[in-house]
């Protein structure tokens, strides 16, 4: 039981016994004290107050010495107005500390099969460009969620629905057809993703070129759109592959599997997986097929030239456009033939979509949509929404060619965290298959670290310079942390010191303070899966090595004369070090056994 559960508890029998009010103990958590007072855990007492007709210090100085009388975890106490702060018995803490240190799984909650089963959806690629920064903010977040609230007891199902048809995708295929010679990623040496990527801003710079021809013309530039040769042999290849045309339908197989071979690479190395892939091309005539029976139902309408809409004004909305006047789908219908799929596949609880917040309205239409069409989870669907990642000089765009491709960014990252680390000594004595191994683990590190450790709803900024820093709330500084601690821990075995019988001895205030910090993490977790905010992690990691280092620089480890004491900072230091790495894996990084 952790020292939160034994004050929760504790309060809960003083209240029944004060007040006579039955308090769940669930519905009890103590917070950590404020580091302006006294004490590591406070109770918040005003939920009692208006029963206990008395002022909220009263209250809170009848539970504390209820506490003090009747729970051999607390010692002394103090009262902030409402708030109860309590000290718990020093020689306590390392009663905690035993229980974190015999628990090899700390933190995580084993699901059942009786558990909630998540569908976390995340990554969602086109299959005309590389995957980019904004993907790696996607992909990181969607993987290091799933990885959480399975950590929180969930079955999870990690899914990604590709974007494989489409104009855009028509695009890069015209393009290569006009242009590409016959070019294939291995007679051009490059990533299969990364050709067609160059293919697509091709079609742009030639399809602006004829838009500045047919204006310089003295067309309008809405006519320009309309009478552009290239977008019209663009739309006609659409509609071709809509027909099933088996030349087109080669060519599109081709050049899809040269993205899917770039997209898996880059997936490898990023370290993200999925349990299913669905496609586009696969879900869109599920949703067709839908949305006709939802018309046939009465839950949609056609207008007269033959298009089919949802009118959700009702629900304080618009009316939304479900199938064109020529019968072809929007992403909303994709959407909706994709979670049939998923739903005839899975038993869904809990549907988890990870879409960038320009992407809000379209969640809001299709909660609404699936929950009219009788999907059990429809109306509870979460809609993971983050924020944008921006680059010091502005936004990217993908036709231009501007954007950052994921794999010169992890290229960029590798390599300044291999002479950033080289030059401050941090590689010295390695072999070249460790610094490749370290080089890499830190630039990925540091990369994924600077993107989960910010509110996922915010909107930032991501300058690879700030990221790759030993000091300071980043990814370096808590794997080189890791890195420190397992040293200590190497040289403590190979000396054959002791990790237990440290029984009875009362931990100094800097020892407090780190098995604190490790008795917080099974909550913490838990607030995350709540919340859905690996930033919670992330943070957590930065404060508890941050409370280690404290202790670490006042507190002598190895050469503590004392075995008792000895012990037990030894087994601090192994229990700190097991909470980082599971913190971290939850974030998806690696940590460096040496460093």
Same mark, same amino acid.
């Given at each position: ?384 929404? =983050?924020?944008? %990642?921006?680059?010091?000089? &502005?936004?990217?765009? #993908? ?6 491709? !994921?794999? /010169? +960014? ?110 917080? =993490?099974?909550? %913490?977790?838990?607030?995350? &899966?709540?919340?859905? #905010? ?6 957590? !990691?930065? /404060? +508890? ?51």
């Amino acid at each position: 039981m952790s020292i939160d559960d034994i004050i929760a508890q504790g309060v809960a029998r003083a209240v029944k016994e004060l007040y006579g009010v039955d308090a769940d103990p669930k519905t009890i958590q103590p917070q950590t004290t404020k580091k302006e007072f006294e004490g590591n855990l406070t109770i918040v007492v005003f939920p009692w107050v208006k029963v206990a007709r008395k002022s909220p210090e009263a209250v809170g100085k009848e539970i504390g010495d209820w506490l003090v009388e009747n729970e051999p975890a607390v010692d002394r106490f103090n009262v902030i107005k409402g708030f109860l702060n309590i000290v718990i018995e020093p020689g306590f803490w390392s009663t905690v500390l035993r229980h974190v240190q015999e628990s090899s799984d700390w933190g995580m909650k084993a699901a059942t099969e009786d558990s909630p089963l998540v569908m976390v959806e995340y990554s969602s690629p086109n299959t005309n460009k590389p995957l980019h920064l904004g993907h790696v903010r996607n992909n990181l977040l969607g993987y290091s969620l799933a990885e959480i609230l399975k950590a929180c007891g969930n079955r999870v199902v990690k899914t990604n629905i590709v974007n494989d048809r489409g104009i855009h995708i028509c695009k890069s295929m015209l393009a290569w057809k006009k242009w590409g010679e016959g070019a294939t990623p291995e007679s051009r040496g490059v990533k299969g993703d990364h050709l067609i990527g160059d293919f697509y801003v091709l079609f742009d710079k030639h399809y602006k070129a004829e838009l500045e021809q047919l204006m310089a013309e003295g067309k309008t530039k809405e006519e320009a759109e309309a009478a552009s040769p290239l977008m019209q042999e663009a739309r006609a290849m659409l509609r071709a592959w809509e027909a099933k045309d088996p030349e087109i339908r080669s060519l599109w197989e081709m050049m899809n599997s040269w993205v899917y071979a770039g997209f898996d690479e880059t997936y490898k190395r990023m370290g993200v997986d999925f349990d299913k892939i669905y496609y586009e091309s696969q879900t869109y005539l599920e949703g067709k097929e839908k949305v006709l029976e939802g018309l046939e139902k009465g839950m949609m309408y056609r207008k007269d030239d033959g298009s089919v809409w949802a009118d959700l004004t009702a629900e304080g909305l618009d009316h939304k456009l479900l199938l064109r006047s020529d019968g072809t789908s929007v992403y909303m219908t994709q959407d909706i033939g994709t979670a049939k799929m998923r739903f005839s596949d899975y038993p869904i609880d809990k549907m988890i979509y990870v879409v960038g917040n320009e992407q809000n309205y379209h969640f809001q239409v299709l909660s609404l949509l699936l929950d009219r069409l009788g999907f059990k989870w429809g109306k509870d669907l979460v809609h993971f929404s =983050y924020g944008m %990642v921006e680059l010091p000089e &502005g936004k990217m765009k #993908s036709r231009e060619g501007t954007v950052v491709d !994921a794999d /010169d +960014l992890m290229d960029e990252m590798v390599s300044t965290a291999r002479a950033v680390s080289a030059e401050l000594g941090k590689l010295d004595g390695c072999t070249e298959a460790e610094i490749n191994e370290i080089s890499e683990m830190v630039g990925l590190g540091a990369l994924k670290y600077f993107l989960l450790k910010v509110d996922p709803r915010k909107n930032m900024t991501f300058n690879p310079k700030e990221t790759i820093d030993f000091n300071g709330n980043t990814g370096p500084f808590i794997q080189y942390t890791y890195a420190r601690i397992r040293s200590v821990l190497r040289k403590a075995e190979e000396a054959g010191m002791s990790f237990s019988g440290y029984e009875g001895v009362k931990p100094e205030e800097r020892e407090i303070a780190v098995i604190q910090r490790l008795a917080d =993490y099974p909550q %913490v977790v838990a607030e995350a &899966g709540r919340s859905y #905010s690996p930033a919670l992690i992330a943070n957590y !990691a930065y /404060d +508890l090595v941050k409370e280690y280092n404290q202790f670490y620089h006042d507190c002598s480890i190895l050469r503590e004369e004392d075995p008792a004491k000895r012990a037990l900072r030894l087994a601090l230091s192994e229990s700190t070090a097991r909470t980082v790495r599971s913190a971290m894996g939850l974030l998806g990084i690696k940590v460096p056994e040496r460093m």
